[in-house]
């Protein structure tokens, strides 16, 4: 039981990766790899029927389509194929399930204790904030989950809001997607979690491990960059030269964080005091980096000529 209920997680992510998250009934039921798993989520009702379909795969030579004809009576159908001529067969392989999407994120918002309140669609069925989590007092997580976010669009439109959430240091992504995402992806940064790797199928819940929550705030060295990185400001608070973490103080991080977030990485020093509410005048980035000054030397540049402070990846 509990087995296939892990397996179902991979299945769910899968399918919630296509544009339309719909998989024939044949396909579903009938396949080896998918038949147990594919039960549970009927059975928890995250996939429902969806359309019938007028042209499959013809189940006899399993290459040309076949057409139906006609039902035969209540259970089974008349099919055409061009190559195979009439068949008769179960009215079940032109059945179709989809993916119940709004469950799928109902019961996520639900398993995390999220409060409805804090609910919200971003976008058009590919991502949504869960929901806000107050852990202590001051200390808040807010959950998002997205699909599809290997796609630029699903990405800029789930950073878009959480921007406007005003949420960057705070969010944590769940996500159908396989990961990691690419360099350029505009998540790049973010804290993005696997769903499968956090959590699996239970009755009308998912179960989520807390333990691996807890291992993504407070992760091993294991997954530390090997030369220099930047992808843990956010999360973590902190930056990679040579392979060697630099915890930042906060000044620190709201400087590279204003770099980061800024169109083409580029500021001037003004609008970077602004981004870190300071009112320095002149606002000296270097000044603050005084017991990290690598870090500063490795990912900061100032174009003397433009008066402009410009991010170096760190290579
Ligand atoms: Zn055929």
Same mark, same amino acid.
């Given at each position: ?31 080896? @790899?998918?038949? $147990? ?20 795969? =013809?189940?006899?030579?399993?290459? %040309? ?15 055409? =194929? ?11 392989? *032109? ?19 999220? #409060? ?36 630029? =669009? ?39 979690? %696997?769903? #499968? /790797?956090?959590?699996?199928? /239970? ?9 691996? *929550?807890?291992?993504? %705030? ?26 060697? @973490? ?17 169109? $083409? ?28 000054? *690598?870090?500063? @030397? ?9 008066? *402009? ?7």
């Amino acid at each position: 039981m509990s087995a296939r209920l892990i397996e179902s997680m991979g299945l769910l992510c899968q399918l919630l990766e296509q544009a339309s998250p719909e998989i024939a009934a044949s396909a579903l039921l009938s396949e080896d @790899k998918y038949a $147990a798993t594919g039960e549970a989520l009927i059975h928890e009702r995250l996939l429902s029927t969806g359309t019938v379909r007028s042209y499959v795969t =013809c189940p006899e030579c399993l290459v %040309e389509n076949a057409r139906l004809v006609k039902p035969c009576n209540d259970s089974n159908v008349l099919l055409f =194929c061009d190559d195979c001529g009439d068949i008769e067969c179960p009215r079940s392989v *032109l059945q179709t399930y989809t993916v119940n999407v709004a469950r799928v994120v109902e019961r996520l918002s639900a398993s995390l204790s999220l #409060p409805l309140a804090s609910r919200k669609a971003i976008g058009p069925n590919s991502s949504w904030r869960l929901g806000i989590q107050e852990r202590r007092r001051g200390a808040a997580t807010t959950w998002y989950f997205g699909r599809r976010l290997s796609r630029a =669009c699903e990405a800029k439109a789930l950073v878009d809001q959480i921007k406007l959430d005003q949420a960057a240091r705070s969010a944590k992504i769940l996500t159908s997607t396989r990961l990691p995402l690419c360099a350029s992806s505009p998540l790049a940064g973010y804290e993005i979690i %696997e769903l #499968p /790797s956090v959590a699996r199928l /239970s009755q009308s819940r998912f179960l989520f491990y807390d333990n691996r *929550l807890q291992d993504v %705030e407070h992760p091993s060295a294991e997954d530390a960059p090997s030369g220099n990185s930047l992808a843990y400001v956010r999360s973590r608070r902190c930056a990679y030269v040579n392979g060697i @973490k630099y915890q930042l103080e906060s000044m620190q991080q709201k400087i590279l964080l204003a770099l980061m977030d800024a169109h $083409a990485h580029r500021l001037e020093a003004q609008q970077i005091a602004a981004r870190c509410g300071s009112s320095a005048f002149p606002f000296q980035p270097i000044k603050y980096f005084g017991r990290n000054p *690598l870090v500063y @030397k490795t990912f900061v540049r100032y174009l003397a000529g433009d008066k *402009l402070y410009v991010l170096a990846e760190g290579d």
